[in-house]
């Protein structure tokens, strides 16, 4: 009994010395979260807008949630985990259902089929993503780059459909079930993948490319507000214009780095 007290005590004393930086990470962390579950929500009522809006903002959190961790050096394993399990929520599970709902429930069998395969690949790519983290440190020309597409980029390609459709409705097409299909398989393909895409986590940026870079923001969110949905499409599209121009310069990169290491 006299164990079971000391252990309350101190248990409390660590809930009490527990620092708000480290909570303050969880809390962008759970706004991705919920964002994600009311994705879903919107969903099943069939309001796409908001549905995608939803996704958008969850991916926003998702990103700012490690950069308020490592400005407040707030990290933990706790929130590494916490991280991981609302990814899965909100750019595995909303966007497979989102996909269900708009074109893939009245495909007979198979529909289901694709979305169960995101969230699947979604799952798959997080757990490594984890184990990773206890290995061995990889080689200096991974430095800018991820081992697969990042899950809210898969998301971003998983709504591309919905997307153009907003923009562009007479494109009946996107919405077909050949279209969605394909398009979720190459997704979890991408992600469980080992291909390798851009990362700005180590990139530095000169004074010069700062000016581009803030005309560039302001160029984005002028358009982002006049036209959203083409925006976040066109951006979306670059991207996926980008992986097959990645994996070329991660190639050159290793060349260069083991033609160094064989000197």
């Not at 929500?41 to 939803?54: F, G, H, N, P, S």
């Not at 393909?189 to 851009?198: A, E």
Request: charge should be positive; aromatic fraction near 14%; include cysteine.
């Amino acid at each position: 009994m006299e164990n079971l007290n000391n252990k309350i005590q101190i248990s409390k004393q660590k809930l009490k010395a527990l620092p708000f930086r480290k909570i303050a990470p969880n809390i962008v962390t759970m706004l991705a979260l919920c964002s994600g579950v009311t994705s879903i929500r919107y969903a099943i009522q069939e309001d796409w807008t908001k549905a995608v809006i939803c996704i958008f903002f969850a991916a926003m959190f998702d990103w700012f949630d490690g950069r308020v961790a490592r400005f407040l050096k707030g990290s933990t394993r706790f929130g590494a985990e916490l991280d991981s399990l609302s990814d899965f929520v909100s750019f595995g599970v909303a966007p497979a259902v989102l996909l269900y709902q708009w074109s893939l429930f009245d495909l007979p069998k198979y529909g289901w089929f694709f979305c169960l395969l995101m969230a699947i690949g979604m799952s798959m790519r997080l757990a490594r993503f984890n184990t990773m983290l206890d290995d061995e440190p990889q080689p200096p020309y991974w430095t800018h780059f991820f081992v697969g597409v990042p899950a809210p980029a898969a998301a971003a390609l998983a709504l591309m459909p919905l997307l153009i459709s907003f923009d562009k409705p007479e494109l009946t097409i996107v919405r077909s079930h050949a279209f969605c299909g394909t398009l979720l398989c190459v997704v979890s393909f991408l992600m469980v993948s080992r291909i390798p895409t851009f990362s700005t986590k180590h990139i530095r940026v000169t004074k010069f490319g700062l000016i581009l870079l803030m005309m560039a923001v302001a160029l984005f969110v002028s358009s982002l507000i006049s036209q959203p949905w083409f925006t976040l499409g066109f951006v979306t599209f670059l991207y996926a214009l980008s992986i097959p121009y990645g994996v070329i310069l991660f190639l050159k990169e290793k060349k260069k780095y083991l033609a160094e290491q064989n000197k």
